[in-house]
């Protein structure tokens, strides 16, 4: 215990971030360590998952003490061990799992497996005190897109999700073909800010009549057939217009979903989580309409969408307060459905 509230270690080592956290009763964080790979994944274009899991390797204890020492805390101080165990790359999650089993084994402190797109959930309960279940949630991250239904802290219904790329991998893969770098979404979140969202029309992809679920594989390659086209007509590409035009076909259908899903099933609050939740314009496009159709609307703050481990430890309080704990079986699942 600190401050006489329940501690919780938590570690998230899922894609590119070595991620540690020391968090109190769920919502009181006092330590947030992210040490991220970016620069080293950035001359690849994209994460390298042999390279990822070395680093995590390298990485782990050192973010681990880091998040003690931040928060003035010792392992004794700590009352039990969170850790994601899936969705997410094999050989980076096995390293956060093995860290985490091997720090329960030595204390005899409890361990709590998390599922990442909870921790994304949750982020939001950290900052906004007054947020409780039910509500709508939008995840939008690098290797997910789905609309939940939120009952309970520990109670979700998948409602859609893609059927292709994950937005943020469409984001990633059209800042590549315009050439503007990796990560791909706040590059083509600041550039857009300088383009016409109307100048290329771009499909909106609705799928079928009620349908929750998304598709962004067309547009990526919409993306692609106009560039090239432009190109051998002899025509300079305003990168800035492309980016603009792209995002705003994407956040259309993004927007219109989860705020339909919100209104369809009288929810009153609709939550955004993961790394594309902190793009600036589909921020404000929620807003509008979350506004026009009387719905109030969380997001985390920037640091709490992208990766971190304090999200971790927020999900895992909750679990735990459930009476879920996990034992030292407990395995890596990289396709682990919600
Ligand atoms: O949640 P996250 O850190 O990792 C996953 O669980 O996937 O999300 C990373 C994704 C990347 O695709 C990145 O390009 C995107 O989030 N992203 C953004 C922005 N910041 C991060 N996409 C659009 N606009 C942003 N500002
Ligand atoms: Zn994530």
Do not use: W
Not at 77 to 104: F, H, M, S
Not at 201 to 218: C, M, P, T
Not at 225 to 249: L, M, P, W
Request: charged residues 20%; negative net charge.
């Amino acid at each position: 215990m600190i401050q006489g509230k329940f501690a919780i270690l938590a570690i998230e080592s899922s894609c590119d971030e070595t991620a540690a956290a020391v968090v109190l009763d769920g919502r009181q964080v006092l330590s947030n360590i992210i040490s991220s790979q970016i620069e080293i994944h950035k001359l690849y274009g994209g994460v390298v998952p042999e390279i990822a899991s070395r680093h995590h390797l390298d990485n782990i204890n050192h973010v681990v003490q880091q998040a003690l020492d931040e928060a003035k805390a010792s392992m004794d101080d700590i009352d039990a061990i969170a850790v994601t165990y899936g969705p997410g790359l094999v050989g980076a999650l096995l390293i956060g799992l093995a860290t985490a089993k091997a720090y329960a084994l030595a204390t005899g402190k409890p361990l709590i497996g998390v599922h990442h797109i909870q921790g994304h959930i949750s982020a939001n309960y950290i900052e906004h005190a007054e947020l409780e279940p039910p509500f709508m949630a939008l995840v939008v991250s690098g290797g997910h897109t789905n609309i939940v239904e939120v009952t309970g802290y520990n109670q979700c219904h998948v409602l859609g999700g893609t059927r292709d790329d994950a937005a943020g991998e469409a984001y990633d893969k059209v800042a590549r073909v315009l050439g503007l770098g990796y990560p791909g979404g706040p590059l083509i979140d600041k550039i857009a800010k300088d383009g016409d969202p109307q100048a290329v029309e771009f499909k909106r992809v609705f799928l079928e009549k009620d349908s929750l679920d998304f598709s962004f594989s067309g547009i990526k390659t919409g993306v692609l057939n106009y560039v090239n086209s432009q190109k051998q007509a002899g025509h300079e590409i305003n990168t800035a217009d492309v980016a603009a035009s792209f995002q705003q076909a994407v956040l259309d259908v993004i927007v219109a979903k989860t705020v339909g899903a919100a209104v369809k099933m009288k929810k009153d609050k609709v939550v955004m989580a993961g790394g594309v939740s902190a793009n600036s314009k589909l921020r404000e496009m929620m807003e509008t309409e979350c506004r026009k159709h009387g719905l109030k609307l969380y997001h985390p703050s920037p640091i709490l969408c992208t990766d971190n481990a304090a999200m971790i430890g927020c999900a895992a309080y909750y679990k735990y307060m459930s009476g879920e704990v996990n034992d030292l079986t407990l395995d890596a699942i990289p396709n682990l459905p919600l």
